[in-house]
């Protein structure tokens, strides 16, 4: 198997070559290393990784302001990105969760929390194809999005419209938080016009609503929430 190609962005030396060294031992992993967002976007440029880890905290261009502009150009849209975060910097967190980031650590990590996030976002990476999921099927909960069916344990399950689509966008980012905020863009279509507290009572209606499936909707305390897949 080709190895993944891995882009480690993070200005503190000693922490980068950790990172690297733990994934390249692991034997399925090329880890290249550059110490600021200007160097992370060219390298980028000379040929996407399967793989970005991001830390926020850089010199000159932010971590979030290089996640956006990744997100923002054709030949990085879908790479995911893993963000080394403060715990004292929630919002830049939330914010690039709502930028596209696909998953974070907090520092300090430990390196097998580092690899597990690693391993779980390259797997994922590989199974995602461009066209959103038509269906779902978990040990419980089975979905068929466009036929607007949805099962638990073979039982049939009546939801609204908004419950449906709540479960199809949450479905559809499996493993990942999803921010409550984006959960009103994408499935209110509109943004903060309804209170972050209606996504809340929407998804605890939901869960109750799946029964047993119900609990593989997480709260993600202070982010939101996250469809495990089980
Ligand atoms: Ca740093």
Request: charged share 30%; aromatic share 4%; with cysteine.
């Amino acid at each position: 198997m080709p190895k993944h190609k891995v882009l480690i962005v993070e200005d503190e030396q000693d922490i980068a070559r950790l990172i690297k060294h733990t994934l390249e031992r692991s034997g399925d992993a090329d880890a290249e290393v550059v110490g600021s967002g200007d160097a992370a976007l060219k390298a980028v440029a000379a040929g996407p990784p399967d793989l970005i880890i991001l830390d926020l905290n850089l010199p000159m261009l932010s971590g979030v302001e290089v996640c956006r502009i990744l997100r923002s150009r054709a030949d990085a849209r879908h790479v995911p990105i893993i963000m080394l975060t403060a715990r004292t910097t929630e919002q830049d967190r939330v914010t690039g969760l709502d930028l596209g980031a696909d998953d974070y650590v907090t520092k300090p990590f430990s390196l097998r929390e580092l690899t597990a996030r690693v391993r779980a976002v390259l797997r994922r990476s590989a199974k995602t194809e461009e066209r959103p999921a038509a269906a779902y099927q978990g040990t419980h909960l089975s979905a068929d999005f466009d036929a607007v069916a949805v099962a638990v344990d073979g039982e049939s399950v009546r939801l609204t419209r908004r419950e449906f689509e709540l479960l199809r966008y949450l479905v559809q980012n499996k493993n990942r938080v999803v921010s409550r905020d984006r959960l009103l863009e994408r499935v209110w279509g509109y943004d903060r016009l309804v209170e972050t507290r209606s996504v809340d009572v929407h998804v605890g209606r939901l869960r109750g609503k799946l029964g047993g499936a119900g609990r593989q909707i997480e709260t993600v305390v202070g982010l939101g929430y996250r469809f495990i897949d089980s």
